[in-house]
Nanobody
Framework: QVQLVESGGGVVQAGGSLRLSCAASTGTFSTNVIGWFRQAPGQQRELVATISSRGTTNYYVRSNYRFTISRDNAANTVTLQMYNLKPEDTAVYYC????????????WGQGTQVTVSS
């Protein structure tokens, strides 16, 4: 089973940028849809963006084109580039793999904290 590890979070001022990375610690996900999720304090986890194995992308939060998801199948990594960050983007960001059953994996990593100060 694929195990994913997130990295790249940090503390930035509003208007700054961050590049999050999702890598497989075990297994490979080159044929799977990968999604980035985020969970803000006191809120439910929400889907941010997905990317298919062929690179088709979808965005699920009102990011106004501030987020870009991409993948490198050869390197087994998926990246979430975030620009013009806002305080409301503060959350723990997670990546996950969509299984062949159509459900997201129940195995979640530690996530990476993104904090945007105003």
């Amino acid at each position: 089973q694929v195990q994913l590890v997130e990295s790249g979070g940090g503390v930035v001022q509003a208007g700054g940028s961050l590049r999050l990375s999702c890598a497989a610690s075990t297994g490979t996900f080159s044929t799977n849809v990968i999604g980035w999720f985020r969970q803000a304090p006191g809120q439910q986890r929400e889907l941010v963006a997905t990317i298919s194995s062929r690179g088709t992308t979808n965005y699920y939060v009102r990011s106004n084109y501030r987020f870009t998801i991409s993948r490198d199948n050869a390197a087994n990594t998926v990246t979430l580039q975030m620009y013009n960050l806002k305080p409301e983007d503060t959350a723990v960001y997670y990546c996950n793999v969509l299984l062949s059953s159509g459900a997201w994996s129940q195995s979640w990593g530690q996530g990476t904290q993104v904090t945007v100060s105003s």
